[in-house]
């Protein structure tokens, strides 16, 4: 197990979850792939921060699920008025912007 | 050190799989919990990793947390029970050339730098990952960070319920 093995493994999961996002109709489908995205961005920071033997990654991955934490509260929240509002949960029928 | 490897390899696996059932997954709420399971597997990873703290913070707050949120906002929207809700996917093809090209397009610019090379062999800090040492840290260098992420979370929690009521106060607004 390397470094390498683990940025691997990252770049991976960051893909898996951009193609759930890009692919996704459901709002909260859009939702956990970027979940999946930020697991792998600090799955690679925690990687980087062992092989270099610091603690500062730890921290800033500990930043950042605090952080996502906010984002889920706030986005669900927002799906919920979404969904309230326009009765639907696919995003590609949320276009009342669309111009 | 050759457990380590067999453990890893085990766990990406896990991780990969789990990941690609929670996007590819018909049924949303199947998917949250192919999340959680993901999200476990990483948390499994931090502690290989030697980041205990972070690992239970992971599992308390995300696989705990999060997906009690996403699972909770689910059962709460009425939708569930629909039964379109079963295509779920559009554009896949252009979605799987999109983030196959970003796959190699990371492994290519890590691949190719010569600094992933020094940072991978630097390895020194023998009492690597205590929570002691971690939390010293945390409470001394980033106490600003972590005082404004608690402001942040309020924020947040603010937001959340302003965006959560705001329908119920117009409905009132109406009925009046």
Redesign the interface.
């Known amino acids: ?9 990252s ?10 996002v ?5 709002v ?2 859009i ?3 970027i ?2 995205m930020f ?1 792998a961005a ?2 690679a920071i ?3 921060a ?7 990654g ?2 800033i ?3 950042g ?10 986005g ?6 979404v ?3 326009t009765n ?2 696919y995003a ?1 029928k949320i276009d009342t912007m669309r111009g | 050190m050759h457990w ?2 067999i453990i ?1 390899f085990l766990l ?1 696996t896990g ?2 799989s789990t ?2 059932a ?3 997954s018909k049924r ?1 709420l199947r ?2 919990i192919f ?1 959680a399971i ?2 476990l597997f ?1 948390a499994f ?2 502690l ?4 205990e ?2 690992a239970g ?2 599992i308390l ?2 696989a705990g ?2 997906i009690t ?2 699972i ?3 059962l ?4 569930l029970g629909d039964q379109k ?1 079963v ?6 093809i ?3 050339t ?3 090209l ?2 190699f397009i ?2 290519y610019f ?2 190719s730098s010569p600094r ?1 090379e020094s ?2 062999n ?4 023998s009492e ?2 205590v929570s002691r ?2 939390s010293e ?2 409470f001394s260098t ?1 106490v600003l ?1 972590l005082e404004i ?1 608690s402001v ?2 309020l ?3 603010i ?3 302003v ?2 009521r ?2 119920k106060t117009k409905g009132e607004e109406r009925e009046q």
């Open positions: 197990m390397s470094l390498y093995h683990i940025l691997f493994l770049f991976l999961v960051f893909s898996i979850g951009l193609f759930g890009l692919s996704r109709r459901h909260v489908g939702l956990i792939g979940e999946l697991n600090n799955l925690v990687g980087i062992w092989s270099m033997g610091v603690l500062t730890q921290i991955a500990l930043f699920i605090a952080i996502t934490a906010a984002e889920v509260a706030v669900l929240a927002l799906f919920l008025l969904e309230r509002l639907t949960v590609d | 380590d490897n890893f990406a991780l990969v990941s690609v929670a996007v590819s949303i998917s949250a999340l993901a999200l990483t990873v931090y290989l990793l030697g980041a703290l972070l913070i992971q707050l995300y947390g999060v949120l996403i909770f906002a689910l709460i929207s009425e939708k809700l295509e779920t996917h559009h554009g896949v252009p979605a799987l999109a983030s196959l970003v796959l990371l492994l890590t691949w992933i940072l991978s630097s390895r020194s800090l690597y990952g040492t971690l840290v945390l980033w960070p992420l942040l979370l924020a947040a929690i937001g959340a319920l965006l959560a705001q329908e």
